[in-house]
């Protein structure tokens, strides 16, 4: 069976490339199509094999700058035309579904959102003052592309529950949901004793809400790791109190170590899924999340079963603190044990054999 893959850009390994990666292992011989590609950014398997770029990708400055580029990106993708495969599978947040493929030729999108920016983010993006209305023209032109495009794709897979609501409001379609791999065979929880620092693991856009922790922990005092990178790191690093330490982007060890060390994962964005939270939860931490978006399947909150995680219910620091507080009062009642049994539910094993089972199943 030949197979084309087709993802947005590859500038770095983030959630959405740890799905590619698994769909490289089960078709390692595919070719690889994509907006933007930095090389070195990505695995070396992903690296391995041919990967075919749009023209934006010999732009000079792309790597920083890609993401204004935004309203070319429906042109670029469409550029491709896809003939000679017996499959093409899309992991798709923005672009990537839109490929054209010749008729006949099965198209699964693996969909991690409809496209946040011009959808249920686009406030968190472009705001409400001047900036939006300059943009509104732009959002409705991507808007009608994005639902055009969308009729392209044989049969959606969504990333959560959460994501195929949207899918469904969006697109007017139905999905499948298989969740996305956790390496949970690298992440381990430690045999010694936690240490008395705080993680949050950001991507320095508007919806990850990092400013909400470090404000959180202003008040506090309590000591906050800061793991990532992304366009509003420097000016929240800037502005950060000493008890809030910035690492940058860490190596895939070395996350897995932060995460067994740490006394909680801060999660106070709203995922489509959340692969971060469930990497915290196979190291054994408890999770003080967001109560909304796809930790809603990921975390058990306190109060149910076999808690794995605190909610906190509003996008402010006081109510994070709330949580947090909240947390220090019951956190013996968290059994590390069981907090890793729930992570094990999100093997890359498990996405493996369910997605080559949608795959082969017409």
Request: glycine share 6%; proline share 7%.
């Given at each position: 069976?030949?197979?084309?893959?087709?993802?947005?850009?590859?500038?770095?390994?983030?959630?959405?490339?740890?799905?590619?990666?698994?769909?490289?292992?089960?078709?390692?011989?595919?070719?690889?199509?994509?907006?933007?590609h930095?090389?070195?950014?990505?695995?070396?398997?992903?690296?391995?094999?041919?990967?075919?770029?749009?023209?934006?990708?010999?732009?000079?400055?792309?790597?920083r700058?890609?993401?204004?580029?935004?309203?070319?990106?429906?042109?670029?993708?469409?550029?491709?035309?896809?003939?000679?495969?017996?499959?093409?599978?899309?992991?798709?947040?923005a672009?990537a579904?839109g490929?054209?493929?010749?008729?006949?030729?099965?198209?699964?999108?693996?969909?991690?959102?409809?496209?946040?920016?011009?959808?249920?983010?686009?406030?968190?993006?472009?705001?409400?003052?001047?900036?939006?209305?300059?943009?509104?023209?732009?959002?409705?032109?991507?808007?009608?592309?994005?639902?055009?495009?969308?009729?392209?794709?044989?049969?959606?897979?969504?990333?959560?529950?959460?994501?195929?609501?949207?899918?469904?409001?969006h697109?007017?379609?139905?999905?499948?949901?298989?969740?996305?791999?956790?390496?949970?065979?690298?992440?381990?929880?430690?045999?010694?004793?936690r240490?008395?620092?705080?993680?949050?693991?950001?991507?320095?856009?508007?919806y990850?809400?990092?400013?909400i922790?470090?404000?959180?922990?202003?008040?506090?005092?309590?000591?906050?790791?800061?793991?990532?990178?992304?366009?509003?790191?420097?000016?929240?690093?800037?502005?950060a109190?000493?008890?809030?330490s910035?690492?940058?982007?860490?190596?895939?060890?070395?996350?897995?170590?932060?995460?067994?060390?740490?006394?909680?994962?801060?999660?106070?964005?709203?995922?489509?899924?959340?692969?971060?939270?469930?990497?915290?939860?196979?190291?054994?931490?408890?999770?003080?999340?967001?109560?909304?978006?796809?930790?809603?399947?990921t975390v058990?909150?306190?109060?149910r079963?076999?808690?794995?995680?605190?909610?906190?219910?509003?996008?402010?620091?006081?109510?994070?603190?709330?949580?947090?507080?909240?947390?220090?009062k019951?956190?013996?009642?968290?059994?590390?044990?069981?907090?890793?049994?729930?992570?094990?539910?999100?093997?890359?094993?498990?996405?493996?054999?369910?997605?080559?089972?949608?795959?082969?199943?017409?």
């Amino acid at each position: 069976m030949r197979v084309a893959l087709v993802h947005d850009w590859l500038t770095g390994m983030r959630g959405g490339e740890r799905v590619l990666q698994e769909l490289v292992t089960l078709f390692p011989d595919a070719d690889l199509y994509t907006l933007i590609h930095v090389p070195g950014s990505i695995s070396p398997e992903i690296e391995a094999l041919p990967i075919h770029t749009s023209p934006l990708s010999r732009l000079p400055g792309i790597r920083r700058h890609y993401r204004l580029l935004l309203p070319l990106f429906p042109w670029a993708i469409e550029r491709f035309r896809l003939r000679g495969y017996d499959r093409v599978i899309s992991t798709s947040h923005a672009v990537a579904k839109g490929i054209r493929v010749k008729p006949g030729i099965p198209h699964i999108c693996y969909c991690h959102t409809p496209m946040r920016y011009i959808w249920d983010q686009a406030d968190a993006y472009f705001g409400q003052g001047l900036k939006r209305a300059l943009a509104t023209p732009m959002i409705k032109y991507l808007q009608r592309w994005d639902r055009r495009s969308s009729t392209r794709v044989t049969q959606f897979i969504a990333n959560s529950n959460h994501v195929a609501e949207r899918i469904d409001r969006h697109y007017g379609r139905r999905a499948r949901v298989i969740y996305p791999p956790v390496n949970t065979e690298l992440i381990q929880p430690r045999t010694e004793a936690r240490e008395e620092f705080y993680l949050l693991v950001g991507g320095f856009v508007p919806y990850k809400n990092e400013h909400i922790a470090i404000e959180a922990f202003r008040r506090m005092g309590r000591q906050l790791l800061v793991v990532g990178d992304g366009p509003s790191r420097a000016r929240l690093e800037r502005d950060a109190p000493d008890n809030v330490s910035f690492m940058g982007r860490v190596p895939d060890a070395v996350l897995a170590d932060l995460y067994g060390r740490c006394r909680a994962l801060i999660y106070p964005q709203i995922e489509d899924f959340g692969i971060v939270a469930v990497e915290a939860q196979a190291a054994g931490r408890p999770v003080i999340a967001l109560g909304r978006g796809g930790a809603r399947e990921t975390v058990v909150p306190y109060g149910r079963e076999n808690p794995t995680g605190v909610f906190f219910h509003h996008r402010a620091a006081r109510s994070l603190i709330e949580a947090i507080e909240k947390f220090e009062k019951i956190e013996p009642e968290f059994d590390p044990k069981t907090i890793r049994q729930h992570a094990e539910k999100f093997s890359a094993a498990r996405f493996r054999q369910e997605m080559l089972a949608e795959i082969q199943r017409d």
